[in-house]
């Protein structure tokens, strides 16, 4: 059992570029998560997916878009990347609403030059 | 908007001494979570709090949680080397979580 599983682990990116992060969740959980992780800012939402079809913006969304794909995949974009986001992602997936555990990927290293 | 502040941001301490790390809510909170995020790792699910004045103890760790479900705390009792990571709490409202900014600890040998 994989868990959440996120694409690729590291990548070097020069400013202006775009990419994709991908990521699964193999759990059948309804609700899909990215956050970034900076040095003493903790864990931020981008974007989140409550639900197969829906995706809303979290505390940090500018620069980015997700692509809810189905129920297991959620995909993180970066269509012009900045120096700014150099930082580490985590996806992230639970059940749903009602409190339960998050449970993270491993996390994805992005370095914009 | 929802703030979850934690304190301290870095703590480092010598292998058996006690640790603690607070959280504190802007606003009442549903549930409160902890986690734990090894150096280089991911985090971890600890434990879930939902009661107000909540006490769970795992081993050497004890959590709480406030009697206004505003605040919570993590106490670690003779820390060992195994216990380096960060810590975060995530405060949870409705289908959000909030996370802390995440106490560092580190434990010298």
């Known amino acids: 059992n994989a868990g959440v599983t996120q694409t690729p682990k590291f990548q070097v990116l020069k400013t202006g570029q775009s990419m994709t992060l991908q990521c699964a969740q193999d759990?059948?959980?309804?609700?899909m998560y990215w956050y970034r992780q900076d040095p003493g800012m903790g864990l931020r939402l981008i974007y989140y997916?409550?639900?197969?079809?829906?995706?809303d913006k979290g505390e940090v969304p500018n620069g980015y878009n997700v692509s809810r794909l189905n129920k297991r995949e959620f995909s993180l974009r970066l269509e012009s990347a900045a120096p700014s986001q150099t930082s580490v992602y985590f996806c992230?997936?639970?059940?749903?609403?009602?409190?339960?555990?998050?449970?993270f990927g491993e996390g994805s290293w992005l370095t914009v030059v | 908007g929802q703030q979850v502040m934690q304190i301290p941001q870095y703590q480092h301490v010598q292998e058996g001494e006690d640790f603690t790390t607070y959280c504190n809510s802007s606003?009442?909170?549903?549930?409160i979570q902890w986690y734990k995020q090894r150096p280089g790792g991911h985090p971890v699910f600890l434990i879930q709090?939902?009661?107000?004045?909540e006490v769970k103890k795992q081993k050497r760790l004890t959590f709480q949680f406030g009697e206004a479900k505003k605040n919570s705390s993590l106490h670690i009792t003779a820390t060992q080397t195994t216990d380096v990571g960060t810590y975060f709490c995530?405060?949870?409202?409705?289908?959000?979580?909030?996370f802390g900014t995440g106490t560092s600890l580190t434990v010298i040998p």
């Open positions: 992230a997936s639970r059940v749903g609403i009602s409190g339960n555990t998050i449970y």
């Open positions: 709090l939902v009661k107000s004045g």
């Open positions: 606003t009442t909170l549903s549930n």
């Open positions: 759990m059948n959980h309804n609700s």
């Open positions: 995530a405060g949870i409202k409705g289908n959000q979580f909030y």
């Open positions: 997916s409550a639900s197969e079809g829906t995706t």
